[in-house]
Structure formats: C-alpha cells, structure tokens
T-cell receptor, first 114, second 114 residues
Framework: KQEVTQIPAALSVPEGENLVLNCSFT??????LQWFRQDPGKGLTSLLL?????REQTSGRLNASLDKSSGRSTLYIAASQPGDSATYLC?????????????FGRGTSLIVHP | KAGVTQTPRYLIKTRGQQVTLSCSPI?????VSWYQQTPGQGLQFLFE???????NKGNFPGRFSGRQFSNSRSEMNVSTLELGDSALYLC?????????????FGNGTRLTVT
C-alpha cells in the first residue's frame, strides 16, 4: 500500500526566505506526482505536475523535483511571500483500472509572516 | 473558463439520513473523482468516473456511491449517515486521458452530521 509522508508538518518563516518542502513515498512505481496548495476551507489548487519521465518542473518561484528511485520529491519556494501561506500537499498517482489513483500526503502547513 | 462547481457548499444532516452532493466539471473534462477530507484521515480517494463509468473505487463502505451523467456532471450519495461522515467532500475533474492531465478541484461541500 502506497504511503506518502510530508515533512515538515508545519513551518513558520519570515517573508523572503527560500523554502524546501519534502514529500516521500514508499512505492516507487508511480506514474506522476502533483503538488497542490489548499487555502483554509477551500479546495486544492494545482501547482505543478511532474510526469514519471521528468526530473523537475518549474513555475514562477516554484520548482519541484522528483527522484523515483529514492521515493522523494521536493517543492522549492523561492523568496517566500505572505500570500504563500497555505497548506501544501503532494499526491502520487498509481495506475489502476485504465486510470490513476492518487494517494495524498497529510500536507505541510506554511505560514509566511511579514 | 469556469472552474469545478460543487453544490451545496454547506449541508447539515441527521444520523440515518441520506445526502446527495453535486459536481459540475470544467467544460471538456470527462473524468470526475471524489474525495473525503477529515482532520483525522486527511484526503482520501472515494471513486472516479469517466464517460459515465466508474473506473476506480477507494476503500469506503457501500453506503458511498456515485454516478456520472452524459454531460460529465457527477453526483455522490451517502446513505444512512453516520457521525463519522462529517467531512469536507471534494470533487476534481481532469481530461481523464493519460497521466499528464492535472486534477482541478472544486471548493467542496462541508457536510456536518448531527
């Protein structure tokens, strides 16, 4: 059974810091990995999707890497801002029934204070 | 382009009742998946539909069911509600083909069972 762990569970930093959020998974036979953010009481917003054949993806101040062999992904946030405050979740997708089933981590709760 | 729409946003029900939640996917998306989010268990996969067929199902009891219509809109039903069914129920849509299509989430339905 796939298990996804995110470390740290919570993080509080001053504005401007560069951050690294970690996601590890137990079964390396994944087909892709997706990073999301969730604001309180809201749904998830997709940030980055890394296909199984890729090593990293970048979008603005965000960079996500994937190392399938070691079962790890990291999300790097450059020059953090108060608007980045949210919970960040990673999800790994495994094939099933002609589609894919995601398993989510419990998330990293991030607070960026001015 | 309109996002994923879930109705209602909030719902209060009594134990033993049943409930139906609705999800309208992004136009052109043919896959709809449902999730339950609780503080204790995190975000868990319920089921996924594609072209009116259930492709995958998570580890939930038979009280949880769903369906998808020809216009890709989806409903999920929970019968004989229990206190433990109180949760945020999220729906997500995607193109549904291949593993390169990210999930797009709605803002969820907050269900409270008393």
């Amino acid at each position: 059974k796939q298990e996804v762990t995110q470390i740290p569970a919570a993080l509080s930093v001053p504005e401007g810091e560069n951050l690294v959020l970690n996601c590890s998974f137990t079964d390396s036979a994944i087909y892709n990995l997706q990073w999301f953010r969730q604001d309180p009481g809201k749904g998830l917003t997709s940030l980055l999707l890394i296909q199984s054949s890729q090593r990293e993806q970048t979008s603005g101040r965000l960079n996500a890497s994937l190392d399938k062999s070691s079962g790890r992904s990291t999300l790097y946030i450059a020059a953090s801002q108060p608007g980045d405050s949210a919970t960040y979740l990673c999800a790994v997708f495994r094939p099933s029934g002609g589609s894919y089933i995601p398993t989510f981590g419990r998330g990293t709760s991030l607070i960026v204070h001015p | 382009k309109a996002g994923v729409t879930q109705t209602p946003r909030y719902l209060i029900k009594t134990r033993g009742q049943q409930v139906t939640l609705s999800c309208s996917p992004i136009s052109g998306h043919r896959s709809v998946s449902w999730y339950q989010q609780t503080p204790g268990q995190g975000l868990q996969f319920l089921f996924e539909y594609f072209s009116e067929t259930q492709r995958n199902k998570g580890n939930f009891p038979g009280r949880f069911s769903g369906r998808q219509f020809s216009n890709s809109r989806s409903e999920m039903n929970v019968s004989t509600l229990e206190l433990g069914d109180s949760a945020l129920y999220l729906c997500a849509s995607s193109l549904g083909q291949g593993n390169n299509s990210p999930l797009h989430f709605g803002n969820g339905t907050r269900l409270t069972v008393t």
